[in-house]
């Protein structure tokens, strides 16, 4: 087996690609050691100490380390890590299931939306899906919807996306600009 490596826009996280399925739907990220208990490779990534962020996507694994980190010598140790769970075919969350979060439960949202705005929503829904979200896993990361209200599109930037110093620029140019070209109601996005 040959893992696949990628720098990303941030310089704190690097894409690695296995060359196989990591989620069978949806994303997952994992920001400290206690929310990595969900998932054995997960919590060997942060086992290595320079750990800082783990984030799993449908075809690869960003991981971030901590400030003073040396990707020169964790990246062989990151690799062995990926490498050992993947070849033992260990399952990717304690229990053995594959818990994906494409979606913020409710609770998690930001702002609730008006019902009246649904037609909006479903399009924000449908543009992060087929044009947003696509570009953004290619760098490493995810953008997950956590609501609409008055003109204001709150996301959030997760994975190596949450970090990167040009993660503003992405979102108020980049994913503003073209939200607002095809839904004339949005003023504004918001990182969440």
Same mark, same amino acid.
């Given at each position: 087996?040959?893992?696949?490596?990628?720098?990303?826009?941030?310089?704190?996280?690097?894409?690695?690609?296995?060359?196989?399925?990591?989620?069978?739907?949806?994303?997952?990220?994992?920001?400290?050691?206690?929310?990595?208990?969900?998932?054995?490779?997960?919590?060997?990534?942060?086992?290595?100490?320079?750990?800082?962020?783990?984030?799993?996507?449908?075809?690869?694994?960003?991981?971030?380390?901590?400030?003073?980190?040396?990707?020169?010598?964790?990246?062989?140790?990151?690799?062995?890590?990926?490498?050992?769970?993947?070849?033992?075919?260990?399952?990717?969350?304690?229990?053995?299931?594959?818990?994906?979060?494409?979606?913020?439960?409710?609770?998690?949202?930001?702002?609730?939306?008006?019902?009246?705005?649904?037609? *909006?929503?479903?399009?924000?829904?449908?543009?992060?899906?087929?044009?947003?979200?696509?570009?953004?896993?290619?760098?490493?990361?995810?953008?997950?919807?956590?609501?609409?209200?008055?003109?204001?599109?709150?996301?959030?930037?997760?994975?190596?996306?949450?970090?990167?110093?040009?993660?503003?620029?992405?979102?108020?140019?980049?994913?503003?600009?073209?939200?607002?070209?095809? *839904?004339?109601? *949005?003023?504004?996005?918001?990182?969440?």
């Amino acid at each position: 087996m040959f893992i696949e490596t990628e720098t990303t826009p941030n310089p704190a996280s690097m894409k690695f690609l296995p060359g196989r399925q990591v989620m069978p739907a949806g994303t997952r990220e994992f920001a400290d050691p206690e929310a990595a208990e969900a998932s054995p490779l997960a919590q060997a990534l942060f086992d290595t100490g320079e750990v800082t962020g783990v984030f799993f996507g449908g075809d690869f694994i960003s991981v971030t380390a901590g400030p003073g980190a040396d990707w020169t010598m964790l990246k062989p140790q990151v690799v062995s890590v990926l490498l050992d769970h993947f070849i033992s075919g260990a399952p990717l969350f304690a229990g053995g299931g594959a818990s994906g979060i494409a979606v913020p439960p409710e609770s998690e949202l930001v702002v609730e939306s008006d019902p009246e705005d649904a037609d *909006i929503v479903d399009q924000i829904n449908e543009l992060l899906e087929t044009r947003i979200r696509p570009a953004v896993a290619n760098d490493g990361g995810d953008i997950v919807y956590r609501g609409y209200r008055d003109g204001i599109v709150h996301l959030q930037m997760q994975g190596a996306c949450a970090g990167c110093p040009s993660s503003t620029a992405t979102l108020k140019h980049g994913i503003e600009g073209l939200l607002k070209h095809y *839904i004339p109601e *949005i003023t504004e996005v918001r990182a969440a």
